[in-house]
């Protein structure tokens, strides 16, 4: 149990276009999902959180206007990263923590590499 | 500030060998620690640890935690090679938030 789906597992993108990721929670329902950011070698760095109904919180040097998140039902939060660049390019992760309460283990999705051309 | 802190940063050792990769944290409102396993794709989870001193064991793996001290192990015995991958600590505190240390990375020698 406890599956979490992420779409596209990799993308290619030129400049200047959006790219759009899908994070699914498929046997549960997460009412926060979180998005992250992974350089290689490095660890995961959280960029934002995301609240179903409700706007997402930005972690700070996020920019919110190039980063859009959206999570308009208990099951689906999607990140869409907007004009992108090369230095856009990265391991994009999403996760959910069943039920939404606290002391669960997090689940992640199997990732999105995105390359900008 | 809130912040978790791996060590060592990269380990190599040779197959059979026994490893221990610590994880230090300075938070607010503890909740939980989490260990996670990320090979080439997203992390798998291994344990989490709420209570301080009861050792969680899977396998050849094993960890505990140390409230008082604010600290987690992660032991690896009879290390193999399918065990190279960076380890990866998370604090879950209130509010559903959660802090990831930098990782160790173990390469696991033939």
């Known amino acids: 149990g406890a599956v979490v789906s992420q779409h596209p597992s990799w993308v290619i993108c030129k400049s200047g276009t959006s790219v759009k990721i899908e994070c699914r929670s498929l046997d549960f329902q997460a009412t926060t999902m979180f998005w992250y950011r992974q350089f290689p070698k490095q660890s995961l760095m959280l960029m934002a959180t995301?609240?179903?109904?409700?706007?997402?919180?930005?972690e700070q040097g996020v920019e919110k206007d190039k980063f859009l998140i959206n999570h308009a039902s208990l099951t689906l939060s999607t990140l869409t990263v907007t004009s992108a660049h090369p230095e856009d390019s990265s391991f994009y992760i999403c996760?959910?923590?069943?039920?939404?309460?606290?002391?669960?283990?997090?689940?992640f999705g199997n990732g999105t590499r995105l390359t900008v051309t | 500030e809130d912040k978790v802190v791996q060590s060592p940063l990269s380990l190599v050792v040779h197959e059979g060998d026994t490893v221990t990769l610590n994880c230090s944290y300075e938070?607010?409102?503890?909740?939980?620690l989490l260990w996670y396993k990320q090979e080439k794709k997203a992390p798998t989870f291994l344990f989490m640890l709420?209570?301080?001193?009861i050792e969680k064991k899977s396998g050849r793996l094993s960890s505990i935690l140390d409230k008082k001290e604010l600290f987690s192990i992660l032991n690896i015995t009879a290390t193999q090679t399918g065990d190279s991958a960076v380890y990866l600590c998370a604090v879950l505190i209130a509010g559903n938030q959660f802090y990831f240390g930098t990782g160790t990375s173990l390469t696991v020698i033939p």
């Open positions: 938070v607010t409102n503890f909740r939980s």
């Open positions: 709420t209570s301080s001193g």
């Open positions: 995301s609240n179903e109904g409700s706007k997402a919180t930005y």
């Open positions: 996760s959910a923590i069943p039920g939404g309460a606290g002391g669960s283990p997090l689940h």
